[in-house]
């Protein structure tokens, strides 16, 4: 229970009761709260509410701001994401006195200028601000030498911990990796980015795929007022991206121990960590050095100034020193800004990045320096000489190789019987993911956002045959998978792109691909030009409004400046060490496992009644309806439907008829027909009977009744190569039915059968009383081998 006092004006006095209440105590404090309010009218419902977003001041008393409405956006172990739908914002003290009117009306309409209704989500049960291992295994990470039963969060991420920190106690609990932790149910983080979910079904089997984009609240902004780096090494546009693959096969995080598996029994366990959950984490950020673009003269393509040279790039270190904190090593940068261009903009970047990590790699040891890798993505594409999407695979299939990603449990006992064969080894254990890549443009949206689906599609491959789904980790274009996949990035660079620059990404997936839609290029037009608009008008008013929702400000309490290291120690020594050891987050997922299990009232809800068609898990996007969801679905180019432009292309190199008139041209008289049936109209009874009498298939008829039955024998292929069956009984029959009829023409028949067949006669011509009984049988048997051995049988 919430008590807020609104007597109070000027300061907040919030009191949180600890403790638990059962239904009749609630009803009697509400009873009770009613009889001590009737002189004033009593109690009165105003509103209900899914959580508190925070409170807020601006020039006189306070706000609170309220969750109305939510929407189930993701399913996680269990537990809910929501998206927030809608907020409302109330007074607190009613009769609060505002001197200045004008200016805390202004305030207000630029805090709801931040529409806290699109892209923020919350949990109940879940913490939406860290990453799947990190909160599965988060006392096994070093931060958290104990276990404790306290929720933590990270604030980086955390876009209402100022609102928040205004009534609950939030104490910081490591500078380095920005996890804080409360007391307090109340306190619900919510993040600022993106979240997206599909259902895959492998026959069968349920497979979740996941998509969670969050992004900093430090130095947050707009396109072209928010650049490159602050003096604490926060960057701009800094987001982090979760995959998570899972398999549905337990609600939870836990499944039921084994019967019979070895050091279950005798420990009293009864649930095991669940090992069929996956993620894989990647990083997008501004370029950390301090540079700027004037927009005042209204240019397109603003150039590039930087503006301060740091000869010791220390807000640079401090940025990869918080990497390695919160990822470990190794830390990998794909630079994809560009390296040539007719008017150096770009480039200056190139250069001065480039020197920034050669810098501070000198100081590193060997094992641990920053593994940077800078390709001018763009030029690539436009020369054509170079194969965009082939390079961005093998590098991520490096990366991956390097980083690792995060498995719950080991790989499927099918690996092992194979790795019998092959010459890959058997993974028994678990897996972590230490290290991170880290993916940038000049703008983090479009060159970034298709790098990282790339880095996306092959960690879902990795992912998939961790779990046992697929064969081998190599997943191909076109097929049902990655095109849910490829979608569900598009909707995640186009929502960051929208919070950052005003407008959807402009190059796609498909465009590298040199793949693109007949309307990609009128679409790129408008998108540009919506960001222009927006980077030209709206970006003012828009930041300002970031500013005030996240305490940015005049009136902000002065933060403490960062600290000042040697230019050689510019990074933290113990930040080096592997973050997650598999050993300890192995132990501590099974404490989790044993501990956890806070989902149930909110899944099941046992209060309410809630069909099946409504359940989130059933109504999720899904591919139940595709076969074969990893068979690339690529159409003949004989099957496919003329395109738009070659029609319009054809029609416009068509000559127009004023020009050049078409010449007149004299039928040739009519000749009779050779056929007498082509004399006759094809609609007259002579003809329909002719047709009937003598019928007659064309060769197109054939080839059309070829097309229709061989039309969906691509959907009966599987997506691995079937092994043919050993048909050795039916062999065997087939050749002893050929013999009997004697179709064999290289049968030989051995002596020695026809030596006992002489032997048995005789011995049955002496013996009298048998005889004349074995006589008929002996005739009919040989008359049977007469007619049914071929006459070229031969003795050996």
């Given at each position: 229970?919430?008590?807020?006092d609104?007597?109070?004006?000027?300061?907040l006095?919030?009191?949180?009761?600890?403790?638990?209440?059962?239904e009749?105590e609630?009803?009697?404090?509400?009873?009770?709260?009613?009889?001590?309010?009737?002189?004033?009218g009593?109690?009165?419902k105003?509103?209900?509410?899914?959580?508190?977003?925070?409170?807020?001041?601006?020039?006189a008393?306070?706000y609170?701001?309220l969750?109305?409405?939510?929407?189930?956006?993701?399913?996680?172990?269990?537990?809910y994401?929501?998206?927030?739908?809608?907020?409302s914002?109330?007074?607190?003290?009613?009769?609060?006195?505002?001197?200045n009117?004008s200016?805390?009306a202004?305030?207000?309409?630029?805090?709801r200028g931040?529409?806290?209704?699109?892209?923020?989500y919350?949990?109940?049960?879940?913490d939406?601000?860290?990453?799947?291992?990190?909160?599965?295994?988060k006392?096994?990470?070093?931060?958290?030498?104990?276990?404790?039963?306290?929720?933590?969060?990270?604030?980086?991420?955390?876009?209402?911990?100022?609102?928040?920190?205004?009534a609950?106690?939030?104490h910081?609990h490591?500078?380095g990796?920005?996890?804080?932790k409360?007391?307090?149910p109340?306190?619900i983080?919510?993040i600022?980015g993106h979240v997206?979910q599909?259902?895959?079904?492998?026959?069968?089997?349920?497979?979740y795929?996941?998509?969670?984009?969050?992004?900093?609240?430090h130095?947050?902004?707009?396109?072209?007022?928010?650049?490159?780096v602050?003096e604490?090494?926060n960057?701009?546009n800094?987001?982090?991206?979760?995959?998570?693959?899972?398999?549905?096969?337990?609600t939870?995080?836990?499944?039921?121990?084994?019967?019979f598996?070895?050091?279950?029994?005798?420990t009293g366990?009864?649930r095991?960590p669940?090992p069929?959950?996956?993620?894989?984490?990647?990083?997008?950020g501004?370029?950390?050095?301090?540079?700027?673009?004037?927009?005042t003269?209204?240019n397109p393509?603003?150039?590039?100034?930087?503006t301060?040279?740091?000869?010791?790039?220390?807000?640079?270190?401090?940025?990869?020193?918080r990497l390695?904190?919160?990822?470990?090593?190794?830390?990998?940068?794909l630079?994809?800004?560009?390296?040539?261009?007719?008017q150096?903009?770009?480039?200056?970047?190139?250069?001065?990045?480039g020197?920034?990590v050669?810098?501070?790699?000198?100081?590193?040891?060997?094992g641990?320096?920053?593994?940077?890798?800078a390709?001018d993505?763009?030029?690539?594409?436009k020369?054509?000489?170079?194969?965009?999407?082939?390079?961005l695979?093998?590098y991520?299939?490096?990366?991956?190789n390097?980083?690792?990603f995060f498995?719950?449990?080991?790989e499927p006992?099918l690996?092992?019987?194979r790795?019998?064969?092959?010459a890959?080894?058997?993974r028994?254990?678990m897996l972590?993911?230490n290290g991170?890549c880290r993916?940038?443009?000049?703008?983090?949206l479009?060159?970034?956002?298709?790098?990282?689906?790339?880095?996306?599609k092959r960690?879902?491959?990795?992912?998939?045959?961790a779990?046992g789904?697929v064969?081998?980790p190599?997943?191909?274009?076109?097929?049902?998978?990655?095109?849910?996949?490829?979608?569900?990035?598009?909707d995640?660079g186009d929502?960051?792109?929208?919070?950052?620059?005003g407008?959807?990404?402009?190059?796609?997936?498909?465009?590298?691909r040199?793949?693109?839609?007949?309307?990609?290029h009128?679409?790129?037009?408008i998108?540009?030009?919506?960001r222009?608009?927006?980077?030209?008008?709206?970006d003012?008013?828009?930041?300002?409004?970031?500013?005030?929702?996240l305490?940015?400000?005049?009136?902000?309490?002065?933060?403490?400046p960062p600290e000042?290291?040697?230019?050689?120690?510019?990074?933290?020594p113990?930040?080096?060490?592997?973050?997650?050891v598999?050993?300890?987050?192995?132990?501590?997922?099974c404490?989790?496992?044993q501990?956890?299990?806070?989902?149930?009232?909110?899944?099941y809800?046992?209060?309410?009644?809630?069909?099946?068609?409504?359940?989130?898990?059933?109504?999720m996007?899904?591919?139940?309806?595709?076969?074969g969801?990893f068979?690339?679905r690529?159409v003949?180019?004989s099957?496919?439907?003329?395109?738009?432009?070659q029609?319009?292309r054809?029609?416009m190199?068509?000559?127009s008829s004023?020009?050049?008139?078409?010449?007149?041209?004299?039928?040739?008289?009519?000749?009779?027909?050779?056929?007498?049936?082509?004399?006759?109209?094809?609609h007259?009874?002579?003809?329909?009977?002719?047709?009937?009498?003598?019928?007659?298939?064309?060769v197109?008829?054939?080839k059309?009744?070829q097309?229709?039955?061989?039309?969906?024998s691509?959907l009966?292929?599987?997506?691995g190569?079937?092994?043919?069956?050993?048909?050795?009984?039916y062999?065997?029959?087939?050749?002893?039915?050929r013999i009997?009829?004697?179709?064999?023409?290289?049968?030989?028949?051995?002596?020695?059968?026809?030596?006992r067949?002489?032997a048995?006669?005789q011995?049955v011509a002496?013996?009298?009383?048998v005889?004349?009984?074995?006589k008929?049988?002996l005739?009919k048997?040989?008359?049977y081998?007469?007619?049914?051995?071929?006459q070229?049988?031969g003795y050996?």
């Amino acid at each position: 229970m919430l008590r807020i006092d609104r007597a109070a004006s000027e300061e907040l006095v919030v009191t949180e009761d600890e403790a638990v209440y059962a239904e009749r105590e609630i009803a009697d404090i509400l009873r009770m709260l009613e009889d001590g309010n009737k002189v004033s009218g009593g109690l009165n419902k105003v509103q209900e509410f899914h959580g508190i977003v925070g409170f807020v001041r601006f020039t006189a008393g306070w706000y609170i701001v309220l969750i109305t409405k939510r929407s189930v956006r993701a399913l996680m172990g269990g537990h809910y994401i929501y998206h927030c739908e809608d907020t409302s914002i109330y007074k607190i003290c009613p009769t609060m006195k505002v001197d200045n009117p004008s200016e805390e009306a202004r305030l207000l309409a630029l805090f709801r200028g931040v529409d806290l209704s699109r892209n923020f989500y919350f949990s109940y049960t879940y913490d939406v601000t860290s990453t799947l291992q990190h909160n599965l295994t988060k006392f096994g990470y070093k931060a958290f030498p104990q276990i404790s039963k306290t929720p933590y969060f990270n604030d980086r991420y955390a876009w209402n911990h100022r609102l928040l920190s205004n009534a609950f106690p939030l104490h910081e609990h490591n500078e380095g990796s920005g996890d804080w932790k409360t007391k307090s149910p109340w306190v619900i983080p919510m993040i600022y980015g993106h979240v997206d979910q599909a259902k895959l079904s492998v026959y069968g089997r349920t497979i979740y795929i996941t998509l969670i984009a969050r992004r900093s609240r430090h130095f947050a902004g707009v396109r072209y007022l928010k650049r490159g780096v602050d003096e604490e090494g926060n960057v701009a546009n800094e987001v982090e991206t979760e995959q998570i693959v899972s398999e549905a096969s337990t609600t939870g995080f836990y499944a039921p121990p084994e019967r019979f598996r070895q050091g279950i029994n005798g420990t009293g366990r009864v649930r095991v960590p669940n090992p069929r959950y996956t993620s894989y984490v990647q990083h997008r950020g501004s370029i950390p050095i301090f540079w700027t673009q004037d927009t005042t003269n209204l240019n397109p393509k603003p150039p590039i100034e930087i503006t301060v040279v740091d000869p010791f790039y220390a807000p640079a270190g401090r940025h990869f020193d918080r990497l390695f904190a919160r990822y470990g090593t190794p830390i990998m940068v794909l630079n994809l800004i560009k390296s040539r261009e007719p008017q150096p903009r770009e480039s200056k970047l190139l250069l001065e990045f480039g020197a920034c990590v050669e810098y501070l790699n000198q100081f590193l040891p060997e094992g641990k320096k920053i593994m940077y890798e800078a390709w001018d993505m763009s030029q690539a594409y436009k020369g054509k000489k170079q194969d965009v999407i082939s390079y961005l695979e093998d590098y991520a299939e490096m990366s991956i190789n390097l980083t690792g990603f995060f498995h719950s449990g080991p790989e499927p006992f099918l690996h092992k019987l194979r790795s019998e064969s092959e010459a890959v080894p058997y993974r028994d254990t678990m897996l972590v993911q230490n290290g991170v890549c880290r993916t940038n443009c000049v703008d983090c949206l479009d060159r970034t956002n298709a790098a990282q689906f790339v880095f996306g599609k092959r960690a879902l491959g990795h992912q998939l045959y961790a779990l046992g789904v697929v064969e081998t980790p190599q997943l191909e274009f076109d097929s049902d998978a990655v095109n849910m996949l490829t979608e569900m990035y598009h909707d995640h660079g186009d929502t960051i792109a929208l919070q950052y620059a005003g407008g959807a990404l402009v190059n796609r997936v498909e465009s590298y691909r040199r793949m693109p839609h007949w309307n990609s290029h009128s679409r790129d037009v408008i998108e540009n030009m919506r960001r222009f608009y927006a980077n030209s008008v709206l970006d003012a008013d828009k930041q300002a409004s970031i500013d005030v929702f996240l305490g940015i400000g005049s009136d902000c309490k002065p933060c403490t400046p960062p600290e000042r290291r040697a230019y050689q120690q510019w990074f933290h020594p113990e930040n080096l060490d592997p973050i997650f050891v598999p050993e300890q987050c192995s132990s501590a997922l099974c404490e989790f496992a044993q501990t956890r299990a806070d989902f149930w009232d909110e899944y099941y809800r046992p209060r309410l009644f809630t069909s099946l068609q409504k359940h989130f898990a059933f109504s999720m996007s899904s591919s139940s309806k595709l076969t074969g969801p990893f068979i690339p679905r690529i159409v003949a180019p004989s099957m496919q439907p003329p395109k738009l432009m070659q029609g319009v292309r054809r029609w416009m190199g068509q000559g127009s008829s004023k020009r050049k008139p078409n010449p007149i041209t004299i039928p040739p008289k009519a000749q009779p027909a050779d056929n007498p049936r082509e004399a006759l109209e094809s609609h007259s009874v002579e003809a329909m009977v002719a047709r009937a009498l003598s019928p007659i298939v064309s060769v197109d008829e054939e080839k059309e009744y070829q097309r229709y039955i061989e039309q969906n024998s691509d959907l009966m292929d599987t997506a691995g190569s079937v092994e043919k069956i050993d048909q050795k009984d039916y062999n065997l029959y087939s050749h002893e039915v050929r013999i009997g009829h004697g179709e064999i023409d290289d049968l030989d028949v051995p002596e020695a059968c026809f030596r006992r067949y002489d032997a048995h006669a005789q011995s049955v011509a002496r013996q009298p009383e048998v005889a004349s009984e074995a006589k008929e049988t002996l005739d009919k048997t040989q008359q049977y081998l007469n007619s049914s051995l071929p006459q070229h049988v031969g003795y050996y």
